[in-house]
């Protein structure tokens, strides 16, 4: 009797635990999408000019390795500030971590596609969502596939994207890491991981990218209204231009 008492509050904890981890999940997710309309992204003017004399591959490369120096600050800084506000069940630093990770690669995918010359069409919110799928997917944007760019974000699609980046914070659990076994452990993870989405990226973007010679200069970008202060992450990474 006692025994079986125990083994069934042992599964109702399991199973709380659980409930918790996916409201935990469910709300970054959340929050992913409610900042991705806020991140500042440099156009490809802005880029060449920041960058004068490099070729795509060049600059994209300095755009990896800002965003990878970035995101290991933001691994060895854990704890040190908290972007945005988190529930009672999740620790502070964590959430500050993944939410501060998912904005400098969101960031680091969006001038990748400036770069490579296939900005998604329409607005910035159609944009961003466009992003949103490509970082949570791994896989670049194709603009003339309507699917790749599709941003009406209705309470079904909005439901599937949140499923979306919620499997993509459940694959990359090793990004909790630096809260767990200390900042040079956890920056170097930060920094390998951004740099290996980064190179998936850049594999789909080279098949359909629009030749540097041929690129000219798109028009620029809409400025979110409340952009994003990117300094102000866990670390304050100085690595991204801003």
Do not use: C
């Not at 919620?166 to 090793?174: A, C, E, F, N, T």
């Amino acid at each position: 009797m006692i025994r079986d008492k125990a083994r069934d509050l042992a599964r109702e904890g399991v199973r709380k635990g659980g409930d918790r981890a996916r409201a935990g999940l469910a709300y970054l997710a959340d929050r992913i999408i409610e900042i991705a309309p806020r991140i500042p992204v440099r156009d490809l003017r802005t880029l060449r000019r920041q960058f004068p004399g490099l070729g795509p591959e060049q600059l994209a490369d300095k755009l990896v390795a800002g965003a990878a120096n970035a995101t290991a600050t933001v691994g060895a800084g854990v704890g040190a500030a908290a972007m945005l506000p988190v529930p009672p069940a999740m620790p502070t630093e964590l959430a500050a971590e993944i939410t501060g990770v998912a904005a400098i690669e969101l960031k680091l995918i969006a001038e990748l596609h400036e770069v490579y010359g296939l900005r998604p069409p329409g607005s910035l919110k159609d944009r961003s969502t466009a992003y949103l799928r490509s970082w949570s997917g791994e896989r670049g944007i194709e603009p003339l596939k309507p699917s790749s760019v599709n941003s009406a974000l209705g309470g079904q699609m909005k439901r599937e994207l949140r499923q979306q980046i919620m499997k993509r914070l459940v694959r990359d659990l090793p990004m909790l890491v630096p809260f767990l076994v200390g900042a040079v452990v956890g920056a170097a993870m930060n920094r390998r991981d951004t740099k290996k989405l980064a190179a998936r990226i850049r594999a789909d973007l080279r098949k359909a990218q629009v030749p540097w010679e041929a690129l000219t200069d798109l028009p620029p970008l809409e400025k979110p209204a409340d952009p994003l202060d990117m300094t102000e992450l866990p670390g304050h990474p100085r690595e991204l231009g801003y």
